[in-house]
Protein backbone atom coordinates (compact mmCIF):
# COMPACT_ATOMS: atom_id res chain seq x y z
CA UNK A 1 0.00 0.00 0.00
CA UNK A 2 2.89 2.01 0.49
CA UNK A 3 4.29 1.98 -3.11
CA UNK A 4 0.83 2.52 -4.62
CA UNK A 5 1.44 6.62 -4.06
CA UNK A 6 5.39 6.23 -4.92
CA UNK A 7 4.30 4.74 -8.08
CA UNK A 8 1.30 6.74 -9.14
CA UNK A 9 3.90 9.90 -8.03
CA UNK A 10 6.89 8.84 -10.21
CA UNK A 11 4.30 7.54 -13.35
CA UNK A 12 2.61 11.59 -13.57
CA UNK A 13 6.32 12.52 -13.30
CA UNK A 14 7.27 10.45 -16.19
CA UNK A 15 4.11 11.73 -18.33
CA UNK A 16 4.61 15.45 -17.78
CA UNK A 17 8.14 15.27 -18.39
CA UNK A 18 7.34 12.73 -21.94
CA UNK A 19 4.68 15.99 -22.57
CA UNK A 20 6.91 18.89 -21.66
CA UNK A 21 9.37 17.45 -23.58
CA UNK A 22 7.74 16.40 -26.78
CA UNK A 23 8.17 18.24 -30.04
CA UNK A 24 4.80 19.14 -31.32
CA UNK A 25 5.44 18.77 -35.14
CA UNK A 26 7.91 16.33 -36.45
CA UNK A 27 10.72 17.99 -38.28
CA UNK A 28 12.25 16.90 -41.74
CA UNK A 29 16.04 17.23 -43.21
CA UNK A 30 16.01 18.25 -46.80
CA UNK A 31 16.51 15.70 -49.77
CA UNK A 32 19.61 15.49 -51.05
CA UNK A 33 19.21 16.79 -54.87
CA UNK A 34 23.09 16.85 -55.50
CA UNK A 35 22.15 13.30 -57.60
CA UNK A 36 18.81 14.23 -58.67
CA UNK A 37 18.59 16.02 -62.51
CA UNK A 38 18.25 19.92 -62.17
CA UNK A 39 15.08 21.05 -64.25
CA UNK A 40 14.83 24.82 -64.15
CA UNK A 41 15.41 27.77 -61.82
CA UNK A 42 12.36 30.28 -61.34
CA UNK A 43 11.91 33.29 -59.23
CA UNK A 44 9.31 33.71 -57.00
CA UNK A 45 7.86 36.51 -54.36
CA UNK A 46 7.45 34.75 -50.97
CA UNK A 47 7.81 38.27 -49.00
CA UNK A 48 5.55 40.86 -49.85
CA UNK A 49 7.69 43.33 -47.53
CA UNK A 50 10.78 43.25 -49.97
CA UNK A 51 10.21 44.39 -53.36
CA UNK A 52 10.23 42.09 -56.36
CA UNK A 53 10.74 38.41 -56.35
CA UNK A 54 13.04 37.34 -54.25
CA UNK A 55 12.95 33.58 -53.83
CA UNK A 56 14.80 31.38 -56.13
CA UNK A 57 12.80 27.83 -56.90
CA UNK A 58 15.24 25.57 -58.24
CA UNK A 59 13.14 22.15 -59.90
CA UNK A 60 14.47 19.29 -59.49
CA UNK A 61 13.52 15.52 -60.67
CA UNK A 62 14.18 12.30 -59.44
CA UNK A 63 14.40 8.71 -61.27
CA UNK A 64 10.85 7.83 -60.33
CA UNK A 65 9.11 10.64 -60.80
CA UNK A 66 9.03 12.62 -57.86
CA UNK A 67 9.90 16.45 -58.10
CA UNK A 68 11.48 18.09 -55.46
CA UNK A 69 11.62 21.99 -55.33
CA UNK A 70 13.67 23.84 -52.86
CA UNK A 71 13.04 27.49 -52.08
CA UNK A 72 16.32 29.73 -51.69
CA UNK A 73 16.55 33.18 -50.20
CA UNK A 74 19.92 34.78 -50.46
CA UNK A 75 21.89 31.32 -50.81
CA UNK A 76 19.96 29.48 -48.10
CA UNK A 77 17.37 27.01 -48.07
CA UNK A 78 14.07 27.83 -46.49
CA UNK A 79 11.70 25.36 -47.72
CA UNK A 80 11.33 22.54 -50.15
CA UNK A 81 8.33 20.65 -51.35
CA UNK A 82 8.04 17.34 -53.47
CA UNK A 83 5.14 15.94 -55.00
CA UNK A 84 5.09 12.82 -57.47
CA UNK A 85 4.73 13.77 -61.47
CA UNK A 86 1.76 11.58 -61.92
CA UNK A 87 -0.74 12.83 -59.17
CA UNK A 88 0.32 16.50 -57.74
CA UNK A 89 -3.26 16.99 -56.57
CA UNK A 90 -2.39 14.00 -54.32
CA UNK A 91 1.31 13.66 -53.12
CA UNK A 92 2.26 17.45 -52.63
CA UNK A 93 3.74 18.06 -49.60
CA UNK A 94 5.55 21.37 -48.46
CA UNK A 95 7.89 21.80 -45.74
CA UNK A 96 9.33 24.91 -44.46
CA UNK A 97 12.79 25.80 -42.00
CA UNK A 98 11.07 28.24 -39.53
CA UNK A 99 13.61 27.95 -37.15
CA UNK A 100 16.99 28.31 -39.68
CA UNK A 101 18.24 25.00 -37.66
CA UNK A 102 18.27 23.41 -41.48
CA UNK A 103 15.48 21.23 -39.93
CA UNK A 104 11.60 21.43 -41.65
CA UNK A 105 8.08 21.10 -40.70
CA UNK A 106 5.41 20.35 -42.78
CA UNK A 107 2.55 22.41 -43.57
CA UNK A 108 -0.90 22.07 -44.96
CA UNK A 109 -0.67 22.20 -48.78
CA UNK A 110 -2.38 25.39 -50.08
CA UNK A 111 -1.36 27.14 -47.32
CA UNK A 112 0.32 30.32 -47.55
CA UNK A 113 3.77 31.17 -46.51
CA UNK A 114 6.36 34.28 -46.17
CA UNK A 115 10.03 33.90 -45.80
CA UNK A 116 10.93 32.97 -42.02
CA UNK A 117 12.58 35.65 -40.13
CA UNK A 118 15.84 33.95 -39.40
CA UNK A 119 16.55 34.58 -43.66
CA UNK A 120 16.13 38.15 -43.42
Known amino acids: MCRLPFILLF???????????????QKFQM??????????????????????KETTMTFYSAANGEIITVYTYKGRNVAFSTHNN???QKTYRLFVDFTGERLFQEIPPGSSWTLPPWSR
Open 31 to 52: PNVSNLKSLTTQMTDRAPDIPG
Open 11 to 25: SISFMLYGAINCDAQ
Open 86 to 88: SDI
